[in-house]
Each structure stands twice: as C-alpha cells, then as structure tokens.
C-alpha cells in the first residue's frame, strides 16, 4: 500500500541573524548606504564567502504514514517538532527535502485562528470554518452541530469579544472537531478549558482517530494523550528523528532518556564512618511508575530505583534514604517518602553497591512536572548527605478520571503507602 | 478514490502556473476575508457605514473651499465639487487600497503563522474591501450632480469598471511590493501614509492637468494622471478620452502588476519565518 504521508529527507535551516532582526528598520538601511556606500558594497560581495551563523531546526528527517494511522510526535522543546508542523502545513517551505501528501489537508495549529473579537460566534464560525479550509456550504451543514458541541447557544449572535476565553476555546474547538479532511495536523490544543471540556474534547478525539480512514498526526507534549490515541509515535531529538515506532516503545525510550541522567561525578561525596573509609556514588536513577513501562499516571504506583557504588569493604550501616517529591509548580514538598519511616522493609545493613528500590502504591498526584529530592544519610558520619534532584512528569487520564476538577497541585494532604528495599 | 489530491511540498522557488491555479481554489476564503474586513471596517467605528459616506464628502467640500472658492482653481468648465469628487472617487480607491494591501501581510500575522493559504489572497482581499467605498462614492457623485443639475456624458461611463481595473492592477502590484518590503522593514508603514500624501498633489486630482503648463507631461508619468484624466472625459465630457495616456497607465498597471507579484513570491517563503 502506497503510503498517505511520505517524507523524504526534509531538512530546515533558519539563519540566526535573520531571526534576531524581526524589526529593521529602512530608514537605517538606506542611511547606511548612504553614508557608507563602500562599506555596504564590500559588504554584499563579500557576503556569500562568509560563514554565516546557521541553525538546522530539522535536519534529514524520513517517514511514511499510512492511511489511517495516528501517528504522534513527541519530543523536548526546541526538538524541532512544531518546524515539523509548520512544514508539513505549507505554513513555511522546507530548506531541503519532499513531501509527499495525498488527499486533503487541514491543520489545527492553534484554537480559534483567524477569530476576530469584533465579529459575532455565527460570523466566526464561518470565517474560522472557512480559514481552515472548508467550503462555504459544508459550514452551513454542520452549522447546528458545530453551536451545539461548544454549548453557547445562547451567545452565537454576540460579538465574541464579549465571550470568555473559556468560550472562544470552546467555540473554537467545535469548529476544529468538524473538520473532515483525510490528514488532520494537531498541535497541543487540548491544554486549554476546564477539565469537563477537555474530557468532551478527548472523547471527540477518539471519535475522530477511530473514523475510518482518518490520518491524524499530532504533536502534544501530554505523554499520556499521546499514549492514548496513538499506536506509532516518533520522537525528535535536535531536530533529528530518533525513534519511530509503536508509542509505548517510543514513549519510554524518551522518558528513559529524559529522566535517567546519570548523575554528575560531583555527586560522589566522601563518608567516613567507624567502620568505612572511601566514596560512595549514585550511579543511576530511574522513575518510573510500577509496571516499568509508559507514562506514570495520577492513579499509579511510583517506583525509584537507585543504583549506587562505593569502594566500602563492609555493609553500610544505619544508612537512610529520604525521597522529597517536589512540585514544580507550586515549588512544594507533596509527598515524602522515608526510609525510616517504613524500616521494617528496609534492611539495617546495606550492601556496599546495589540497588535500592522504593516502591509507592497509587500516588495521586495532579498531572505536571515533579522533581525527586533524594537524599542519601549514614548516620554519625561528618558529612552525611548526598543529594539528587532527579524530574518526572505525571499525566492524569482526564478519560478515567472520575473527578470533574483536578487533584489539587499544590498541597499534598494524603499519606500513601510505600516500601524500600534492597536489590542484590 | 479516483479524483485524490496529491500535495507535494518543496523548497520553494519561482512562481508556477500552480500558484494561480490554487488562487481559485481559495476563492472561497478570498471572499471571506474580504467580507470579514468590510464588516469588521464598519462595526468597529460608531458612524458605521456613514464613515464611507462622510469622509470622500467632507474631503470634497474643504477641497471645494479651498482649491475652489478661495484659490479660484481652474475646473475645465465644470462645477469644481464635481470636478474634485471625479477625481477622489478615484484616487481613494487608489490610495486606500495601496494602503490597505501594502499592510495586508503585517495585520494578518496571527493567522499567516497558522495556517496555509496562498498569501497572496491577502492583498487581493484586502484591495477588494475597497470597492465598497467605490460603491458609495459613485452614490454620492450621482448625489452630487443631481445637486448641481449636471448631466454627464452617460455613454462614457462604460469605460469605469477599466479605469477600475488599471487603479487596482497599480494598487495591488505597488502594495505587493510593499507588503513585503514591510515584513522585513517594519517602518515602511509609517512612510507610506506620507508617501501617498505627496502623491496626491503630484496628480492631477484637486487641479486640472493643464495648469502645469509646458511641464504638464511630467505628470504623464505619473500612472494615475491616465486613469483620473479618462474618468473626467468620459464621466464630465469636458474633452476626449486621451488613450495614449490611458495606454500608459494601463501598460505601468500591468508592470507593476507583474514586479510586485515575482517580488512578493518571491520573499513569500520567509514572511511565516520572520513576521
């Protein structure tokens, strides 16, 4: 089968000093010629030979979608994911490269393009309808449907700058959501509107990945939505394709990268105690929740596991190990896991390398991004503290959720369960 | 599946028969872009559509005041409000849509970084939005004459909508031109408003041609002198259409037509990179 999406070698350079000068302004350049016509002469022969400062936003970039995949794109900012976007929408026009796309095309790059405040919810509909490429008559069909899905019927003949934000989202979405082209382009455009919405969203979504025949591709940094919706994934890494592949594979490949940074070799710290003398060291750390496998869910069980080195010849002795999660957002401690707290799990003597393991049940934890503070104690000794921040992302399946709000961020009010041991 | 479209993307280079084909395509937005800006143009003002109405009015009476009354401003025979309104109902269109079309790249930001679209509907939508004003001041001029119980020579007006097609060929090809230069160089809107201004007293709109005398062909050059002098003919009657002017209008019209179009695809790859 002939593939609907082919991409084939598509690379994108932006020049640096180009980007810096959004604003130049022609009276400076004219009176630069002016008064520097030499300079400015020497300046344009010579401008070829000149290294230029270059930025390969993509570089090589190959892959096929077949129709009716969803295929979704992860990646840090800056990987190179929305350039992607924006080429594959014609919005800007690769440097180098092919693709190949075959049927019609719309993109949702942003909620609501092409709104205008002065105009009322029905007129933008049209307009928006319209910017996003269908007919004229296909918006008239789906008019009824479109109002009802956004749920302001009462507002439709008012100026929308007189709509909440919540509102235009709304509207905006619904507009999107009847779209039916053969290619859907998705950027993260779901991060917006209150959790009831979002839910009515994602469900609309599955509705649309699962008609027949419908290519999506779609970019969110929400590893869990990606999860989702997606059955292949790529990641992009600097603007060059990592991993493609089935999303569960992808999507730990990136965690795994992202999180598991080995720590600095500063991190190892002398501990001499009665019985020791040498360094101990971290030598890795990984998050992950307990299955070992995807993103770690609001409803999961957390697992750290730490593996440490020392040149110690016996066990370590009364060594603890305090975990302090860390909200990002709120900058707060919501959840504190002690080994000392849960001591009959953890052995009194520790081996002088391994593995220690703690394992959490279901965390309950808001989607966002959380630091693990670890702090690694032998106790009676002079300098008795190793500390590791390590980062991890929660996402919370708004599709499972029971809740209509989300468990709050910034305070952590419950006590779970959670157990440290020793692996060999 | 028999009539799939395939959509190939490229590097961009030159301009294709592609390119104008996918204009069509877009009609439909082209039309809602224009009737976005004619409804948008009206609500945000609290005169609303009377803004159409006052303005080439009020302009053509302090001309008439002026330029008629107090500077005895020669008119070829007519009463100078008719003879100065002819001349507006033109260079209005003109300069509006110049205006209009060489800012049409900035003020669409939002959605050129969004969306894709042949930008050139941009301009054009933008140019077009203007021919509601035409629309009004024709009104107005009819008004005008009906005051002063002229008769206009009817059977020149057919050559109007050509007059129409020559001022908006110049318009949209120098507000390409411009429209890119703009993207880049963001001070070019604020020397164009000044720019348009001296253009106006460099046509012939507030005076007669002939009063320039023996340098009465400088204004030759000048695109639009073609364009007001055969409305005034055709429209006032007051002498024969002169088309070696027109012709000259008409061939600048289509050149600038042409520069501004290669000019304006040609920088077309980079507006979403750098507006």
């Known amino acids: 089968m002939t593939p609907i999406i082919e991409v084939k070698n598509i690379s994108k350079k932006y020049n640096i000093s180009h980007q810096q000068g959004s604003y130049v302004a022609l009276r400076d350049v004219l009176a630069n010629i002016f008064y520097h016509p030499l300079r400015f002469a020497k300046k344009k022969v010579t401008a070829p030979f000149k290294a230029k400062e270059e930025f390969w936003a993509l570089k090589d970039v190959n892959f096929t979608v077949q129709k009716g995949e969803t295929l979704g794109i992860i990646g840090a900012n800056g990987a190179g994911k929305s350039t992607l976007l924006k080429i594959l929408t014609q919005i800007t026009p690769p440097t180098t490269g092919e693709i190949k796309l075959v049927g019609t095309v719309a993109s949702m790059l942003e909620v609501g393009t092409g709104f205008h405040p002065e105009l009322t919810g029905r007129e933008n509909v049209f307009l928006n309808g319209a910017t996003l490429g269908m007919r004229r008559s296909e918006i008239a069909q789906k008019f009824d449907d479109i109002v009802e899905f956004s749920g302001v019927e009462k507002f439709i003949d008012t100026p929308i700058k007189y709509y909440s934000s919540g509102m235009q989202i709304r509207l905006a979405f619904a507009v999107a959501a009847h779209l039916e082209p053969d290619i859907l382009i998705i950027d993260e455009v779901l991060a917006v509107g209150d959790a009831e919405f979002q839910k009515k969203c994602l469900a609309k979504m599955k509705d649309i990945t699962q008609k027949e025949g419908r290519t999506i591709l779609f970019v969110s940094h929400n590893l869990l939505l990606i999860q989702n919706l997606c059955k292949k994934t790529i990641l992009l890494e600097h603007g060059e394709l990592k991993k493609i592949g089935a999303t569960e594979e992808v999507i730990n490949t990136y965690i795994h990268n992202r999180s598991n940074r080995k720590p600095e070799s500063s991190n190892a710290v002398s501990l001499p105690n009665e019985n020791n003398t040498g360094n101990i060291r971290f030598t890795g750390i990984k998050i992950s929740n307990t299955e070992d496998s995807g993103v770690i869910k609001s409803d999961a069980g957390l697992k750290i596991v730490l593996t440490y080195s020392s040149d110690y010849e016996k066990p370590i002795t009364d060594a603890r190990i305090v975990i302090n999660i860390v909200s990002e957002s709120s900058q707060q401690i919501v959840l504190r896991l002690d080994s000392d707290v849960t001591s009959e799990s953890f052995p009194a003597d520790l081996q002088s390398q391994g593995e220690i393991v703690c394992e959490t049940e279901s965390i309950n934890l808001a989607e966002g991004k959380y630091f693990a503070d670890i702090n690694f104690v032998i106790q009676g000794t002079s300098r008795n503290l190793v500390k590791m921040a390590c980062e991890f992302e929660v996402g919370t399946d708004l599709t499972a959720y029971k809740y209509k709000t989300y468990p709050d961020k910034s305070v952590c009010d419950h006590v779970i369960k959670y157990s440290f041991k020793q692996n060999g | ?275």
Do not use: C
Request: net charge positive; hydrophobic share 55%; no cysteine.
């Open chain 2, 1 to 275: 599946m028999t009539n799939t479209k395939t959509i190939i993307i490229r590097p961009k280079k030159g301009i294709t028969w592609h390119d104008f084909r996918e204009i069509w395509q877009y009609r439909e937005l082209l039309y809602f872009f224009t009737w976005r800006d004619i409804k948008v143009r009206y609500k945000q003002t609290v005169i609303g559509i009377m803004w159409a109405v006052f303005q080439p009015f009020m302009t053509m009476v302090v001309f008439s005041i002026f330029f008629g009354h107090f500077a005895k401003m020669p008119s070829d025979g007519v009463p100078y409000p008719i003879f100065v309104f002819v001349g507006l109902l033109l260079w209005q269109f003109f300069s509006s849509s110049l205006n209009g079309a060489s800012a049409s790249l900035t003020g669409n930001t939002g959605i050129i970084t969004k969306v894709y679209f042949p930008r050139l509907i941009l301009p054009i939508s933008s140019t077009l939005t203007n021919f509601v004003d035409f629309s009004i001041s024709l009104v107005i001029l009819i008004g005008i004459m009906v005051y002063y119980r002229f008769i206009p020579g009817l059977a020149g007006l057919w050559i109007l909508p050509l007059l129409l097609v020559i001022t908006f060929m110049i318009a949209v090809g120098a507000g390409m031109f411009l429209a890119s230069v703009n993207v880049k160089y963001r001070d070019v809107r604020y020397a164009l408003p000044y720019f348009i201004q001296m253009l106006l007293f460099i046509t012939p709109v507030i005076y007669p041609p002939s009063i320039a005398g023996k340098f009465s062909w400088v204004l030759a050059l000048n695109p639009m002198t073609g364009v007001i002098k055969a409305a005034r003919s055709a429209i006032l009657g007051n002498a024969p259409i002169n088309w070696i002017l027109l012709g000259i209008s008409a061939g600048f019209g289509i050149l600038v037509l042409i520069i501004g179009t290669v000019f304006f695809k040609k920088t077309e790859r980079y507006f979403a990179d750098v507006v």
